[in-house]
């Protein structure tokens, strides 16, 4: 019987790996704008799109669960981070847009993020090869 070393799992590792670095770098977002895992994801997210979106078209996208994309919706418009509006076309749906406070709160973010990722690759020995091996994968 061959012997199975979780430890040397890479799935196993890549997931440690991951979570290690989501925890590291929530806690900037927690101690600076007060901000859970899910409305930093719900905010980057919406900082893509140039259309309003729906809360069904965000938990799709960001990997997260309907009813905490739910929540950390309800807490971003409490908050007046993001604007609610039922869809015209769909009244079951509700659109979302960052708010001008939503905006810059993100400028914000953007510049811890793009901090934060530079002190991780340069753990890396070769970050541009690590990067596309990463997108690579994520493709497939």
Do not use: C
Not at 92 to 103: E, F, H, N, S
């Amino acid at each position: 019987m061959k012997q199975f070393i979780l430890a040397n799992f890479l799935p196993y590792q890549l997931s440690i790996l991951a979570s290690g670095i989501s925890r590291d770098f929530s806690k900037e977002y927690i101690l600076r704008f007060s901000l859970s895992n899910a409305e930093w994801r719900i905010i980057a997210h919406l900082s893509q799109e140039t259309e309003t979106i729906s809360i069904r078209e965000i938990y799709q996208k960001v990997d997260l669960e309907k009813s905490k994309v739910s929540r950390a919706v309800s807490k971003l418009a409490k908050r007046k981070l993001l604007s609610k509006k039922v869809n015209l076309s769909d009244k079951r749906l509700v659109d979302l847009k960052l708010t001008k406070a939503g905006r810059e709160i993100l400028d914000e973010m953007t510049e811890i993020a793009m901090d934060f990722e530079a002190r991780f690759l340069q753990k890396i020995e070769n970050p541009g090869s690590f990067k596309n091996t990463i997108n690579a994968l994520l493709k497939n």
